[in-house]
């Protein structure tokens, strides 16, 4: 005997949500329904999937690896239903595409009305989050798709190219790196670097270009967000790294603010590679890859 798909989604919900009742309401059933069809899951998958404390609930071994098995079982199953529903009508109904803050506020603007213009039947919901995140709910099935910059480490994803995003420098005006020869890759060795916290993948990525350690310590400065981080560099604080979307987008047009590109006569700039990623397997495939195109960097 097999699980159902209703039980799974009720492990699901009840693993989302840590209380029978919770689950229940969001499952839109009654707690001794829901109760009843985990107890039924428990006795097919042969051991207790949750452990009940005090009205607590937490999962067991055996209730986590269920979890994390149900939630690609479900996923694939939402995938099949909003692809036979909308078979030979690409790009329409319901897609939900998560965007990464240092990619969202400069490419969203330019791109998306014409995606909107070439499917007028897309119902898009748009998810901004750190890439951590984004993957992770790629893998459960709660995002269809998601824009992010590679390098990223991550399996079990596939992707679409947009596009190339040099990865450049900016300083107060009148600092060392301001002005002068062409930054090399020892540019920034003993500089004050601002960077943003822990989690943006371009902070990795750019002390990754130039072999950097990130700044540690009472000292560190770190910004929430780019438009924070540029305040600081106006303020004098440091230097730091902008990606030229957002630099084209106009977020260094401020005083005392001066961006600088990083490679030297000849040699390759630094970039991050803009794609589309999806879970390997989607039966949404074809859709982010159809995103890709209408989101490509001009």
Known sequence: MLPTLRQLQYLKLLAEHGSFSRAADAAHVSQPALSSGVQELERILGGPV???????????????????????????????????????????????????PTIAPFLLPQT????????PALKLFIRED?????????????????????????????????GDDEILAVAPEGHSLASGPPLGPDAFAGQD????????????????AFNLDAPRGEDA?????????????????????????????????RPGV???????????????????????????????????QALKLD
């Open 258 to 292: 001066v961006v600088r590109r990083l490679a030297e006569a000849g040699a390759e700039p630094p970039r991050r590679e803009i794609v589309v990623a999806w879970r390997a397997g989607s039966s949404r495939a074809d859709e982010a890859r159809l995103m890709a």
């Open 130 to 162: 750190l890439t951590p995140r984004l993957v992770a709910d790629l893998k459960s099935g709660r995002l269809d798709a998601a824009v992010i910059a590679l390098p990223y480490a991550a399996t079990g994803l596939d992707h679409a190219r947009i």
């Open 50 to 100: 949750v452990e009940r404390t005090r009205g607590q609930v937490q999962l067991t071994a055996l209730g986590a690896e269920a979890v994390r098995r149900a939630e690609d079982v479900l996923a694939r199953v939402e995938d099949l239903v909003e692809a036979v529903r909308n078979a030979g009508r690409p790009l329409s109904g319901r897609f939900r595409l998560g965007v990464i």
């Open 112 to 119: 998306l009305p014409r995606l909107q213009t070439a499917h």
């Open 193 to 208: 670097l601002i960077l943003l916290e822990d989690g943006h993948c371009l902070r990795d990525q750019a002390l990754a």
């Open 221 to 253: 400065f770190a910004a929430t967000s780019l438009p924070t981080l540029v305040e600081m560099i106006s303020s004098g604080l440091g230097v730091s790294f902008l990606p030229e979307m957002a630099v084209k987008a106009g977020l260094a047009d």
